[in-house]
């Protein structure tokens, strides 16, 4: 295979991936409040169940991201976590119980976890000055997927027949289509890999060490190395060095490290408290059901997915230390507005439904501009060849918080002022702490 043709099918498969993961996500949560309702749930069990894919997640990615940095085989990881996903969703679909939707959640979670090993891939395979466009594209991926998921719904909503002993509904439907996904990705990257004669997900991953460059390689004009040499088995005495004089303390005790993850537990804390807030207040103040909610976040994701273009495309001229600071702004602004108006909406129908559309609409463009800086300038001053385990480190913080966030939100949905004045409050400290950290972007890349 051509070093063209390598870059592109691993362009191909890590966009899948990200895609796939947004399908899903946007298909499941638009109808989830309604299903544990017809299994009367009380309202606390909608924090559970999306809290539950989280937490697991949690724990899974570190310990995919420290495989792949021992064993730099990121394929084999990828397909082992997919097998989490197809059992997960099976169980999703077979939803005869509120504990059997919880369980199916936590499974699914295990396989989330791989993104560790994909940040990790990623961050090994780009120059530090490409990192924050080439993050913004595939998290982009991410988001066309959360597009292409309301869309499903609109369909999906139709279905009521029996598949064997299973009923499938506008409830269950979901978890039939992503294990066909799933099963589909897995052929296809089977057979690609088969048919090519070696791995599909080529990178500096599968070279002598990690960072190291073949001679023959150009001037760097790409973000992805093209000339990777072809794969050779990791010895027992390469995997262990990864992590020789490796200190935990050392590398994550440090005062810019703590203000990233800070910025990631924060941002995703409060994004998933949002979420888990908006359905029920759009069915109380709007009336809202599936397809509403579908559109909903359909629209939602297509300005997220403006707003990581329209950041793919800033990085190339300003540092992530300011993009950094453009989405807190943004997303301060969004908290405060929630907590004047949403908290206890004012005026009638038109007029509530514009300051909620407003709201929303700030949280979203904030979020690409926090994500892409926070992800982009971590990689930058954690260690390379521990990427995998520190991305997981990184996804676990961002874990707990998508933990708390909807728990949070769950049981205070009666009681927005308590809700969204913590999220305000945790967003101010967060800002101010960055503006007085300025090593962030100055500290120096460590390998």
Request: with cysteine.
């Amino acid at each position: 295979m051509d070093s063209r043709r390598e870059k592109k099918l691993t362009y191909i498969t890590i966009g899948l991936i990200f895609l796939l993961s947004g399908v899903e996500y946007a298909v499941i949560l638009p109808t989830i409040w309604r299903f544990l309702q017809t299994l009367d749930a009380a309202p606390y069990f909608l924090g559970l169940v999306l809290s539950a894919f989280s937490l697991s997640g949690l724990l899974s990615g570190p310990l995919f991201g420290h495989w792949s940095d021992r064993t730099r085989s990121t394929k084999k990881i990828i397909l082992f976590a997919n097998i989490f996903e197809i059992v997960g969703n099976f169980m999703y679909l077979m939803g005869y119980s509120k504990w059997l939707l919880l369980s199916s959640r936590l499974v699914a979670g295990i396989g989330a976890g791989v993104s560790s090993s994909i940040f990790g891939f990623l961050t090994r395979s780009t120059a530090p000055e490409d990192r924050a466009t080439v993050f913004a594209a595939f998290m982009a991926c991410r988001q066309a997927g959360l597009v292409i998921g309301p869309a499903f719904n609109i369909f999906l909503r139709l279905c009521d027949f029996h598949l064997g002993p299973f009923v499938i509904n506008k409830y269950t439907a979901p978890g039939v289509r992503f294990i066909t996904c799933q099963y589909a990705f897995i052929i296809r990257y089977v057979e690609e890999s088969d048919e090519e004669g070696k791995p599909l997900i080529v990178s500096q991953e599968l070279m002598g060490s990690y960072g190291s460059v073949v001679a023959s390689s150009p001037p760097r004009n790409t973000t992805l190395n093209p000339n990777p040499s072809p794969h050779s088995p990791v010895s027992p005495a390469e995997s262990s060095g990864v992590f020789k004089n490796f200190s935990i303390s050392r590398e994550f005790l440090r005062e810019e490290v703590i203000v990233l993850l800070a910025a990631q537990f924060v941002t995703f804390f409060n994004q998933t408290a949002l979420e888990t807030m908006v359905t029920p207040l759009t069915q109380k103040y709007f009336s809202f059901g599936e397809l509403e909610n579908s559109v909903m976040y359909f629209l939602g994701g297509v300005v997220v997915i403006a707003g990581f273009l329209f950041v793919r495309w800033l990085s190339r001229h300003v540092t992530e230390r300011v993009i950094l600071a453009i989405g807190l702004c943004m997303c301060n602004i969004s908290c405060i507005w929630c907590l004047i108006f949403l908290a206890k909406p004012l005026g009638g129908f038109a007029w509530q439904l514009t300051e909620f559309i407003i709201g929303v609409f700030l949280q979203i463009l904030g979020l690409p501009f926090v994500s892409v800086a926070q992800v982009s300038l971590f990689s930058k001053i954690t260690a390379e060849k521990t990427q995998g385990f520190s991305q997981g480190i990184r996804r676990s913080v961002g874990g707990l918080a998508t933990i708390l966030g909807p728990l949070w939100a769950g049981g205070l949905t009666e009681n927005m002022y308590v809700m969204m004045g913590m999220m305000t409050v945790l967003l101010v400290l967060l800002t101010v702490s960055n503006n007085y950290n300025d090593k962030t972007i100055r500290h120096p890349a460590r390998g």
